[in-house]
T-cell receptor, first 111, second 116 residues
Framework: DAKTTQPPSMDCAEGRAANLPCNHSTISGNEYVYWYRQIHSQGPQYIIHGLKNNETNEMASLIITEDRKSSTLILPHATLRDTAVYYCIVRSGDSGYALNFGKGTSLLVTP | DAGVIQSPRHEVTEMGQEVTLRCKPISGHNSLFWYRQTMMRGLELLIYFNNNVPIDDSGMPEDRFSAKMPNASFSTLKIQPSEPRDSAVYFC??????????????FGPGTRLTVL
């Protein structure tokens, strides 16, 4: 699976959009981009995933560049409860299993 | 659905003792994963089951660790004998894998293990 690069930490004001970048320049054609987050002392939680097209669900939006070498997770209106570590993971649809969590981005949402 | 259930939530034991962690996956899921999280190594996969069969146990640290899945609704991770370096949070996750496509893993709340 392709390696990802994320900033170690970010801040965001409550109510503003949080834009979390991820670089995956070695991604291959059949690899998906997944985002999970881990709130302190809890298990990781799935947020969203995509292959080529931008995706949106009730939690967030995922923007993938045309060359697929980077992506951005957008939390449109961040709340204090969104404070967590966010993991960008690239995984092949054929691999079928392991999620390789890196160090992620620690997002702090401030009042 | 209650989600993935793990027990116990906290375990404190002494070095050399046997430890058994338990997991009940989400009903209908056919894949189960055991992960371990430490400050030094982050989240790492220990073992993966598909349809109750161990598929990849390359992440299991050593022979002191063993995992079983006797049926679709229950799995155990056993450490015998336990050592202080096994102290970590152990997560169980489950998913429904239908073939060469993506699946979403749902994680339990974890078991925090402390070996003194």
């Amino acid at each position: 699976d392709a390696k990802t690069t994320q900033p170690p930490s970010m801040d965001c004001a409550e109510g503003r959009a949080a834009n979390l970048p991820c670089n995956h320049s070695t991604i291959s054609g059949n690899e998906y981009v997944y985002w999970y987050r881990q709130i302190h002392s809890q298990g990781p939680q799935y947020i969203i995933h995509g292959l080529k097209n931008n995706e949106t669900n009730e939690m967030a939006s995922l923007i993938i560049t045309e060359d697929r070498k980077s992506s951005t997770l957008i939390l449109p209106h961040a709340t204090l409860r969104d404070t967590a570590v966010y993991y960008c993971i690239v995984r092949s649809g054929d691999s079928g299993y392991a999620l390789n969590f890196g160090k992620g981005t620690s997002l702090l949402v401030t009042p | 659905d209650a989600g993935v259930i793990q027990s116990p939530r906290h375990e404190v034991t002494e070095m050399g003792q046997e430890v058994t962690l338990r997991c009940k996956p989400i009903s209908g899921h056919n894949s189960l994963f055991w992960y371990r999280q430490t400050m030094m190594r982050g989240l790492e996969l220990l073992i993966y089951f598909n349809n109750n069969v161990p598929i990849d146990d390359s992440g299991m640290p050593e022979d002191r660790f063993s995992a079983k899945m006797p049926n679709a609704s229950f799995s155990t991770l056993k450490i015998q004998p336990s050592e202080p370096r096994d102290s970590a949070v152990y997560f169980c996750a489950s998913s429904y894998l239908a073939g060469p496509s993506t699946d979403t893993q749902y994680f339990g709340p974890g078991t925090r293990l402390t070996v003194l």
